[in-house]
């Protein structure tokens, strides 16, 4: 290769690298925006909230944050609006052990915050943060079934299974030996508070007879 034609490859080289690079970079750039949805004046005023109480001090939320507390990025997908606000308000009312602190959060406050939240939860993350995958159910393909129906609504978003899961209800690792009664499963899984009182627990009254009744037979073969 002779002087001249070195040199040309390596110029021309570059400058496609280049073009190639500012091209991806726009690509990418536009599709930024539609990872996200708009923000709103509530969004913003939840925002300031969440940096008014340093959430931040304690939690992550899309990659930053410390460690100390559950990941907020997903907190409304994974959990009901009401619930949070409740929590947001009064974290010991719905869960007496928690290691959240009481703001004195007024109303407003938290429905910016959950404005802000329900957000973070609807922005494009490419599946981050994982869910947690449970070790396969023992026992009947009705309960392996019901170990499906676990994981598709998200229940370890607020209980723990062997180490695996939220802190917001009960363990569930041996409740197969606490409450053995199938029906009382299905009872409590449709509607919470009228099997126990005051229960922080969003009822699942959605889901089919058959339904309950494969997620109830799974959770009787925790034990
Ligand atoms: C001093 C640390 C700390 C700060 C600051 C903090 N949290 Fe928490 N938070 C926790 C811990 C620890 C938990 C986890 C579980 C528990 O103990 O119940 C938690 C749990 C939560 C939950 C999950 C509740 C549930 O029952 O599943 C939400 C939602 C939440 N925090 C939101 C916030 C928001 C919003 C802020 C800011 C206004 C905030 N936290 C500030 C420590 C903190
Ligand atoms: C937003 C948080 C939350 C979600 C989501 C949730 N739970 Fe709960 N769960 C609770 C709380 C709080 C309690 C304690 C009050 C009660 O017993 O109703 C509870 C209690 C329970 C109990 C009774 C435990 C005991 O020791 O008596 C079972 C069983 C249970 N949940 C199963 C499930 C299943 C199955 C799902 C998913 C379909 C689910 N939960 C989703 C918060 C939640």
Same mark, same amino acid.
């Given at each position: 290769?002779?002087?001249?034609?070195? !040199?040309?490859? *390596?110029?021309? #080289?570059?400058?496609?690298? *280049?073009?190639?690079?500012?091209?991806?970079?726009?690509?990418?750039?536009?599709? &930024?925006? %539609?990872?996200?949805?708009?923000?709103?004046?509530?969004?913003?005023?939840?925002?300031?909230?969440?940096?008014?109480?340093?959430?931040? @001090?304690?939690?992550?939320?899309?990659?930053?944050?410390?460690?100390?507390?559950?990941?907020?990025?997903?907190?409304?997908?994974?959990?009901? !609006?009401?619930?949070?606000?409740?929590?947001?308000?009064?974290?010991?009312?719905?869960?007496? @052990?928690?290691?959240?602190?009481? *703001?004195?959060?007024?109303?407003?406050?938290?429905?910016?915050?959950?404005? *802000?939240?329900?957000?973070?939860?609807?922005?494009?993350?490419?599946?981050?943060?994982?869910?947690?995958? &449970?070790?396969?159910?023992?026992?009947? $393909?009705?309960?392996?079934?019901?170990?499906? /129906?676990? %994981?598709?609504?998200?229940?370890?978003?607020?209980?723990?299974?062997?180490?695996?899961? #939220?802190?917001?209800?009960?363990? &569930?690792?041996?409740?197969?030996?606490? $409450?053995?009664?199938?029906?009382?499963?299905?009872?409590?899984?449709?509607?919470?508070?009228?099997?126990?009182?005051?229960?922080?627990?969003?009822?699942?009254?959605? /889901?089919?007879?058959?339904?309950?009744? %494969? &997620?109830?037979?799974?959770?009787?073969?925790?034990?």
């Amino acid at each position: 290769m002779t002087t001249t034609s070195a !040199k040309n490859l *390596f110029i021309y #080289g570059s400058l496609l690298c *280049f073009v190639v690079l500012v091209i991806l970079t726009i690509d990418t750039m536009g599709k &930024l925006d %539609q990872r996200a949805p708009v923000i709103t004046e509530k969004v913003d005023a939840g925002k300031k909230v969440w940096h008014k109480y340093d959430c931040i @001090g304690c939690h992550t939320i899309l990659g930053n944050g410390s460690y100390f507390a559950p990941d907020m990025t997903k907190a409304t997908e994974r959990k009901p !609006k009401g619930y949070l606000k409740k929590f947001l308000i009064d974290p010991r009312a719905i869960n007496p @052990g928690t290691a959240m602190p009481s *703001f004195g959060m007024s109303e407003q406050e938290a429905d910016d915050l959950i404005a *802000f939240l329900d957000w973070t939860s609807k922005v494009d993350t490419n599946g981050w943060p994982p869910k947690p995958i &449970l070790a396969a159910a023992a026992g009947t $393909r009705t309960a392996s079934m019901g170990q499906m /129906l676990f %994981q598709k609504h998200d229940c370890s978003a607020c209980h723990q299974i062997q180490g695996i899961g #939220g802190t917001a209800g009960p363990d &569930l690792t041996y409740i197969g030996n606490e $409450r053995p009664d199938v029906e009382w499963h299905i009872r409590h899984l449709k509607a919470p508070d009228a099997v126990v009182p005051d229960s922080a627990m969003p009822g699942f009254n959605d /889901l089919s007879e058959e339904e309950l009744r %494969q &997620l109830a037979e799974y959770l009787i073969t925790l034990k």
